[in-house]
């Protein structure tokens, strides 16, 4: 399953290949907590569109048992070293204790993986379709990111106190009519 959204504004995108395995010998087989990984790619995948420089995790090969490869796109350029710190919200996803079946067990040394990351030149992305439910439901957070910003900018522009209260309370208003 490839997990895609292209970001509309930008025309260049960085690709970076990050080979993970389980820093513990016990942890899991991959192939055993898909699900789990799945989630914690489209919890990645939502919390990133709203940073300073979206990233978004695009593809996932379970390789072996221990080896997850995942493919990493950046709207801007990451030091090779660095891509694979990028992927903090997603190991903080899989070891937070409100995560049912999380991996936080597996923690060694203050580490859940060891991850390899590379630079892929000309990387064309996954031929393969993703479930459309996974499409819809990106389309969605990309499209109510991108409300939010616009609304945010507008009322960010605004001059003065009264004219951002005046904004506010006609926002108030318009819900409660919506409500009725």
Do not use: H
Request: charged share 30%; hydrophobic share 40%.
């Amino acid at each position: 399953m490839a997990f895609k959204l292209k970001f509309e504004r930008m025309d260049i995108m960085f690709y970076y290949s990050i080979t993970i395995q389980f820093a513990k010998a016990d942890a899991p087989k991959f192939t055993e907590i898909t699900k789990l990984i799945n989630d914690a790619i489209e919890v990645y995948n939502a919390k990133s569109l709203m940073a300073a420089n979206p990233k978004q995790i695009v593809e996932k090969n379970i390789r072996d048992n221990m080896t997850l490869e995942v493919i990493l796109e950046s709207t801007q350029e990451l030091q090779e070293s660095m891509a694979s710190k990028a992927l903090r919200v997603f190991s903080s996803y899989l070891i937070d204790e409100g995560v049912e079946n999380n991996l936080s067990s597996y923690i060694t040394g203050k580490r859940l993986f060891k991850m390899i990351p590379s630079k892929l030149e000309g990387y064309l992305g996954n031929p393969r379709d993703e479930d459309n439910s996974a499409k819809e439901n990106r389309a969605i957070y990309a499209k109510q990111v991108n409300y939010l910003n616009e609304q945010l900018k507008d009322f960010n522009s605004l001059e003065s106190v009264d004219e951002k209260l005046n904004a506010i309370y006609e926002k108030l208003l318009k819900l409660e009519n919506e409500r009725a």
